[in-house]
Each structure stands twice: as structure tokens, then as C-alpha cells.
T-cell receptor
Framework: GQNIDQPTEMTATEGAIVQINCTYQ??????LFWYQQHAGEAPTFLSY??LDGLEEKGRFSSFLSRSKGYSYLLLKELQMKDSASYLC??????????WGAGTKLIIKP | DAMVIQNPRYQVTQFGKPVTLSCSQT?????MYWYQQKSSQAPKLLFH???????NEADTPDNFQSRRPNTSFCFLDIRSPGLGDAAMYLC??????????????FGDGTRLSIL
């Protein structure tokens, strides 16, 4: 079956670094997406990885290992506005997104 | 700005009373999606259109229907809402399908409550 696993909730301190992990099992693979979703709002696109390695975008970086079915989202210099849910989604062989339930990130001052 | 617009943001309906949610886009994207998302859960794809080609997910209840009269608009009709249909409904678009790197762009969602 198809499955995405990510932690339900994480807590971090303002100014610190946090890594949110995601493991995936999908029928075929056409890339891994990370989205940010603030409470009561729509998901917004953060990053896309299809090749192994690290993609850096400002304070956010995303890593992929295809052989391990593993990705992580790294957030640096955390700000209070980064408090949100972070959803991992794998694109399967039919180009459909298989979504995780999201990791709720709580930032404390 | 090009965007995906959903109306209304909040919708309240009565048990069993039909309701229609709307979505419009100015991105001129070929693909439009409807998702249902319940609290702390993954978005669940209900159906999507590639242009006028309708694709229904196997486990989408018959109670949910969709229409896409033109490129810009897409509607979600819930014929007889039950209490279990209370959720956030998200509309998304993507420029194409079969292109792995193409992200989906979401509207702000419609939160549906059932009385």
C-alpha cells in the first residue's frame, strides 16, 4: 500500500534549528513535496525534491534519499511565524500526491 | 495577482440540505483538484479534472459530485450532507499533469459545518 509517515507534533525554540522527518512508500515515485499549512488556512508550497541530496531555499532546506524512502525538512533561525503544520507528500507513478497527515510545529519563545 | 479563489470561506448547511462550493482560478491551469481535509489529517483527494476529463477517486462517496463548466471554474456539490462531511474543502490547481515538478496551488479553502 501507499504510506507517508511523519511525526505528529514537534516543539522547538525561537532562533533554533528543527528537522522534520518523513518516510514514504508509494507506487512509483515522481518527487517529494513539502507544504506549510497554518491553522485554518490552505497548504502553501515549500519545496520539491526528485534527486538525492539537499535543496536549500533561504532558511528552509529539504533533503531526499530515494534509496531509503526518506526526506527531511530543515528549518533554521526559527521564527514564531513558522508555527504551522508541515505536510510531506510523495508523487506516485500516476502523478498523484500521496499526503502525510502533517507535523504540527510549535515554536516557543 | 494570479490565484485560486474559493467561495465562501465558511459555509453552514443543514443535515441533508444540498450545498455547492465554488472555486475559480486565474492561473489558466489545466488541472483542478478537490480535496477534503479533516482536522489533523492528510488532505484526501476527492476528484480532479484534467481539462474537461473528470477523474473520480475510487473511494469518493456518490454523495459528492463535481462540475467544471470552463477552464476557470470548478464546483463541488454535496447532495445530502451528513455530519461526517463537516471538513475543510480545498481546491487546488496545477499547470499540467504528468510533470513531476509541478506544484499544486491551493485556494484558502471552504470550511463546511453541518447543523
Amino acid at each position: 500500500g501507499q504510506n507517508i509517515d511523519q511525526p505528529t507534533e514537534m516543539t522547538a525554540t525561537e532562533g533554533a534549528i528543527v528537522q522534520i522527518n518523513c518516510t514514504y512508500q508509494t507506487s512509483g515515485f515522481n518527487g517529494l513535496f513539502w507544504y506549510q499549512q497554518h491553522a485554518g488556512e490552505a497548504p502553501t508550497f515549500l519545496s520539491y525534491n526528485v534527486l538525492d541530496g539537499l535543496e536549500e531555499k533561504g532558511r528552509f532546506s529539504s533533503f531526499l534519499s530515494r534509496s531509503k524512502g526518506y526526506s527531511y525538512l530543515l528549518l533554521k533561525e526559527l521564527q514564531m511565524k513558522d508555527s504551522a503544520s508541515y505536510l510531506c507528500a510523495s508523487m506516485d507513478s500516476n502523478y498523484q500526491l500521496i499526503w502525510g497527515a502533517g507535523t504540527k510545529l510549535i515554536i516557543k519563545p | 495577482d494570479a490565484m485560486v479563489i474559493q467561495n465562501p470561506r465558511y459555509q453552514v448547511t443543514q443535515f441533508g440540505k444540498p450545498v455547492t462550493l465554488s472555486c475559480s482560478q486565474t492561473l489558466n491551469h489545466n488541472v483542478m483538484y478537490w480535496y477534503q481535509q479533516k482536522s489533523s489529517q492528510a488532505p484526501k483527494l476527492l476528484f480532479h479534472y484534467y481539462d474537461k476529463d473528470f477523474n473520480n477517486e475510487a473511494d469518493t462517496p456518490d454523495n459528492f459530485q463535481s462540475r467544471r463548466p470552463n477552464t476557470s471554474f470548478c464546483f463541488l456539490d454535496i447532495r445530502s450532507p451528513g455530519l461526517g462531511d463537516a471538513a475543510m474543502y480545498l481546491c487546488a490547481t496545477s499547470r499540467d499533469q504528468g510533470t513531476g515538478s509541478e506544484p499544486q496551488h491551493f485556494g484558502d479553502g471552504t470550511r463546511l459545518s453541518i447543523l
